[in-house]
């Protein structure tokens, strides 16, 4: 099959222009996602692990991440950026995850620089490795890619380091992270619209060709910033990955509340997706046969 990778499609949307990628934490909100008009979608570390009940500590495996990646993959038929925090493990595990992503249909992944047990970039109190260590992480990574795709496969590299040793520390070890093979860079918990502007001027300085991802999560770090002001100070996706959950969760909290209280979901109707809008998101029409996409 002479199948575009989804790496090579994602490449090509972000020279176009700043993409968003919303979080999809099953394959029915990836169906959602592309039927909204979205262009990519993205897999969280953090929303996959509060819905299997856990907090975003690095417990889940990474058959779980797997097996969600190509549901969401399956689902949507965008490209997925997943989250693969600190690798689940040292270097062999980071290019094992690297070709179990690439065979679950991922368009790419990013790896972060905290010691495990991770926490929300957007959490006090993280912990690095050292440089030189996640250098030599992501450049297994880069060579997993090479060996599996021919480089189709997007390797992300995540720092911590604003919020640790400094906003001087993470550009630094963005340059060495795109030294070490890198195509992407992530830097996480920044604190302005100036600090994003900032940080990407110097990191494009030395990497003219470097791809940009912004996290547009809530009550955290970085302000509200809109899509379009992203792509104004030099980011090509905006990831939001856990607004779909958190949307999800405070309307299951609150009609769990109402059903208690009346006994009833007749109070809930006018909330709910009907029953046709479900049949319609999952392509579904009773009494004909339902085909599953054929493309991986």
Same mark, same amino acid.
């Given at each position: 099959?002479? !199948?575009?990778?989804?790496?090579?499609?994602?490449?090509?949307?972000?020279?176009?222009?700043?993409?968003?990628?919303?979080?999809?934490?099953?394959?029915? /909100?990836?169906?959602?996602?592309?039927?909204?008009?979205?262009?990519?979608?993205?897999?969280?570390?953090?929303?996959? @692990?509060?819905?299997? *009940?856990?907090?975003? /500590?690095?417990?889940? *495996?990474?058959?779980?991440?797997?097996?969600?990646?190509?549901?969401?993959?399956?689902?949507?038929?965008?490209?997925?950026?997943?989250?693969?925090?600190?690798?689940?493990?040292?270097?062999?595990?980071?290019?094992?995850?690297?070709?179990?992503?690439?065979?679950?249909?991922?368009?790419?992944?990013?790896?972060?620089?905290?010691?495990?047990?991770?926490?929300?970039?957007?959490?006090?109190?993280?912990?690095?490795?050292?440089?030189?260590?996640?250098?030599?992480?992501?450049?297994?990574?880069?060579?997993?890619?090479?060996?599996?795709?021919?480089?189709?496969?997007?390797?992300?590299?995540?720092?911590?380091?604003?919020?640790?040793?400094?906003?001087?520390?993470?550009?630094?070890?963005?340059?060495?992270?795109?030294?070490?093979?890198? @195509?992407?860079?992530?830097?996480? *918990?920044?604190?302005?619209?100036?600090?994003?502007?900032?940080?990407?001027?110097?990191?494009?300085?030395?990497?003219?060709?470097?791809?940009?991802?912004?996290?547009?999560?809530?009550?955290?770090?970085?302000?509200?910033?809109?899509?379009?002001?992203?792509?104004?100070?030099? +980011?090509?996706?905006?990831?939001?990955?856990?607004?779909?959950?958190?949307?999800?969760?405070?309307?299951?909290?609150?009609?769990?509340?109402?059903?208690?209280?009346?006994?009833?979901?007749?109070?809930?109707?006018?909330?709910?997706?009907?029953?046709? !809008?479900? +049949?319609?998101?999952?392509? +579904?029409?009773?009494?004909?046969?339902?085909?599953?996409?054929?493309?991986?």
């Amino acid at each position: 099959m002479n !199948q575009l990778h989804p790496g090579t499609h994602l490449r090509s949307l972000m020279k176009s222009g700043c993409i968003a990628a919303p979080g999809a934490f099953n394959a029915l /909100v990836g169906k959602a996602v592309k039927q909204a008009g979205f262009e990519a979608c993205y897999v969280s570390g953090g929303a996959t @692990s509060v819905a299997a *009940g856990v907090p975003d /500590v690095g417990l889940l *495996g990474l058959e779980h991440f797997c097996r969600l990646i190509r549901e969401v993959a399956d689902a949507s038929q965008l490209p997925v950026l997943a989250d693969a925090d600190t690798g689940f493990g040292e270097e062999e595990m980071v290019r094992r995850t690297v070709i179990e992503y690439h065979r679950s249909g991922a368009a790419g992944l990013h790896l972060e620089d905290q010691v495990f047990p991770k926490r929300c970039g957007h959490l006090d109190g993280k912990k690095l490795i050292s440089a030189d260590q996640s250098q030599s992480r992501i450049n297994w990574a880069a060579k997993a890619a090479s060996d599996c795709s021919d480089g189709a496969f997007i390797v992300c590299a995540r720092t911590d380091a604003a919020g640790v040793e400094g906003f001087d520390a993470a550009v630094e070890r963005a340059d060495l992270y795109m030294q070490a093979g890198a @195509s992407m860079i992530f830097p996480e *918990g920044l604190h302005s619209e100036d600090e994003f502007a900032r940080f990407a001027d110097r990191l494009r300085d030395a990497h003219p060709d470097a791809f940009l991802l912004a996290n547009m999560t809530e009550f955290g770090k970085t302000p509200m910033i809109a899509l379009d002001r992203f792509a104004a100070l030099g +980011y090509n996706i905006v990831i939001y990955p856990v607004t779909m959950l958190r949307v999800a969760m405070g309307a299951v909290t609150q009609a769990l509340a109402e059903l208690k209280e009346t006994g009833s979901p007749e109070v809930l109707l006018d909330r709910m997706q009907t029953r046709a !809008q479900l +049949y319609d998101l999952v392509g +579904y029409t009773p009494g004909e046969p339902f085909e599953v996409h054929a493309n991986p």
